[in-house]
């Protein structure tokens, strides 16, 4: 309820909501990030909206296993999870509409890199940070190549294995030599032409989600993609060492939205991972 108390001038006296919100440092998230920290700038001083008076958040960054983590013990009540956690605990989270991360064809930072052919596959090493880039491989080498009874083995130091699974930043940087496989190339031809749906933003079903807050995520998008592009296509070449023509091809690879035909593609992977797992 709000209540007005009018001295020289108009004061209110509103709960404020408090919003834990998880966020990811890959270069692919920081079309986001970047246009939350802008905004986030202006909280505190005189002149910042009333949206901003009215909502704190505390920041918590990590990889996206982390956050799946977070997310379903009700660590975080926001964060952009993978696609696996989505379908695994759907009836904990709503998701945040028109928001996703997929990849057109190529996705150029999910990566399956091997020093041997794959006839010859027995071990494949994998990244502890991601759940749906691991599901995707298992998928692709069984489905389309026919590899069954390989040995899948979680490490979070896939520096010297010769077979691995990369994601983010550390797949974009690194050498691209023997067998490449892009996952999202894969999934494409697989599926027979849809996007990847890598990660989803999400809410948990217990959190007050308010109409202002939706408008935010969507201005976030708008303004990450839009007014300050630029700018984040400069960061983004800065941590990568790319050049920023090579980052303008990485995001023209990726997708953010979320419509119909990423439900279908969300929906074909869970019937493929329900066929790999009976």
Known sequence: ?????????????????QIRLGQIDFINCLPFNYALAKLLKQAGSKSAPLFLK?????????????????????DLDIAPISSMEYLRHREQYHLLGDIAISSRREADSVLFLSSQALADLRDVYVTDKSATSVALLRVILQEKYGLRDLNFMVTSDLSDKPNK??????????????????????????????????GVWAYRKDFNMQ???????????????GKYFDTVVTEA??????????????????????????????????????????
Not at 1 to 17: E, K
Not at 54 to 74: C, D, K, V
Request: aromatic fraction near 12%; hydrophobic fraction near 45%; proline fraction near 2%.
């Open 165 to 198: 699974l990369l994601i983010g930043d550390e797949a974009l940087l690194a050498a691209r030599e023997g067998l490449v496989l892009d996952l999202g190339q894969e999934w494409y031809e697989l599926s027979g032409g849809l996007p990847m749906v890598f």
């Open 54 to 74: 009215l909502h704190n958040f505390q920041i918590h960054s990590g990889a996206p296993s982390e956050l799946n983590r977070m997310l379903y013990a009700g």
């Open 1 to 17: 309820m709000l209540r007005f108390a009018r001295n020289d001038r108009l004061r209110y006296n509103i709960a404020v909501q």
């Open 237 to 278: 070449a800065a941590v990568t060492g790319f050049d920023e023509q090579r980052v303008r091809e990485y995001y023209a690879h990726l997708d953010y939205d979320f419509t119909e035909l990423h439900e279908r593609s969300l929906a074909e992977f869970e019937r493929k991972l329900a066929c790999e797992y009976r």
């Open 211 to 225: 109409a202002s807050l939706r408008r935010m995520f969507s201005q976030l998008k708008a303004d990450g993609l």
